[in-house]
């Protein structure tokens, strides 16, 4: 099953929109993976694992092969050695800019003691980013 655009007769395809999304963003990790992205932008494979404490390697890598599946993450591979793996919210991802940030705005309010420093704020896509213009 494709998450991106599953055709008429997917047996996996719901018939629900939402249901579909919601699908896409459950699990453990997933929304604060792009939440991660959306306030930090594009990252390296350690510095995202770093950045979302206690998930393990095995899987941010699911999760972030889900998300590139459904065309809401970007990865790109830097040739070296050993090769460079970034990752980035395209401009799918970043529509659901909105969304990650009111839960932003309720998650501060439900847990005040929890929130550290100044709201994290949306990381724009820069013009001209080729990550974020991929859908």
């Known amino acids: 099953m494709s998450l991106m655009s599953p055709g008429p007769n997917d ?36 510095a995202l694992r770093r950045a979302v404490p206690g998930i393990s390697a095995r899987l ?18 830097e040739p070296a050695a050993p090769p460079r793996v970034s990752y980035a919210l395209t401009a799918r991802g970043f529509e659901l800019a909105a969304a990650l940030e009111a ?5 501060r309010r439900w847990y005040p003691d929890q929130a550290e420093g100044p709201p994290a704020r949306i990381a724009a896509p820069e013009a001209g980013d080729q990550m974020a213009s991929q859908l």
């Not at 092969?65 to 990865?75: I, P, Q, Y």
């Open 11 to 46: 047996p996996g395809r719901s018939p629900c929109p939402m249901e579909a999304l919601l699908g896409l963003l459950a699990g453990p990790w997933t929304t604060y993976i792009l939440w991660v992205l959306a306030t930090s932008g594009t990252l390296r494979f350690g």
């Open 60 to 77: 941010l890598a699911l999760r972030l092969r889900r998300l590139e599946d459904a065309g809401v993450v970007a990865r790109t591979v």
């Open 103 to 107: 839960l932003n705005v309720v998650a």
